[in-house]
T-cell receptor, first 116, second 112 residues
């Protein structure tokens, strides 16, 4: 079935540095990729929607200059957290819209970001 | 916009049945999804409803009533491994990209 490979699984970085998270679709083309953030014991909050070759659309309240999304190809989307701060520590998950099994979504395995 | 409500937590005994309700308000409806999520892991797909009625997949069933803005996920013959968070998510027809909005999740605790 459709698989989205997300890396890294976890990362610890110093405050003020930037971190890049990659999501690659394997064996299928991900025209649209969704990026979510999840704080402990909370649900997934949609941050932005990216489409290959165009600018990402950010949800209200999400700083586009802080969370840079690039979707340069049909198999790769990246999220860069710039100038990370401890409050950015969270679980970040990508999800690609697929046609498998109907109108489904394939999630990456998630990235646990800890900013110290 | 969308407003999705589901209970915070439910506890049930191994072998029992649990029903998780989800109510939603949306400006346009184009499908409801149920996902299971274990702590620290990504959500896994359980079911999808776009038409009214019951969808059954093994021990899991999901029901939808579009006129009432209501869905439930039924878990039968509970097993310890079913202890997880269950997320209700709605897709809006007004969004061309098909983005999902998630409820807060229901933590199901299965006890021996």
């Amino acid at each position: 079935g459709a698989v989205v490979s997300q890396h890294p699984s976890w990362v610890i970085c110093k405050s003020g540095t930037s971190v890049k998270i990659e999501c690659r679709s394997l064996d299928f083309q991900a025209t649209t990729m969704f990026w979510y953030r999840q704080f402990p014991k909370q649900s997934l909050m949609l941050m932005a929607t990216s489409n290959e070759g165009s600018k990402a659309t950010y949800e209200q309240g999400v700083e586009k200059d802080k969370f840079l999304i690039n979707h340069a190809s049909l198999t790769l989307s990246t999220l860069t957290v710039t100038s990370a701060h401890p409050e950015d520590s969270s679980f970040y998950i990508c999800s690609a819209a697929t046609r498998e099994g109907g109108y489904g979504y394939t999630f990456g395995s998630g990235t646990r970001l800890t900013v110290v | 916009g969308q407003n999705i409500d589901q209970p915070t937590e439910m506890t049930a005994t191994e072998g029992a049945i649990v029903q998780i309700n989800c109510t939603y308000q949306t400006s346009g409806f184009n499908g409801l999804f149920w996902y299971q999520q274990h702590a620290g892991e990504a959500p896994t797909f359980l079911s999808y409803n776009v038409l009214d009625g019951l969808e059954e997949k093994g021990r899991f069933s999901s029901f939808l009533s579009r006129s009432k803005g209501y869905s439930y996920l039924l878990l039968k013959e509970l097993q310890m491994k079913d202890s997880a968070s269950y997320l209700c998510a709605v897709r809006s027809s007004t969004d061309s990209w098909g983005k999902l909005q998630f409820g807060a999740g229901t933590q199901v605790v299965v006890t021996p």
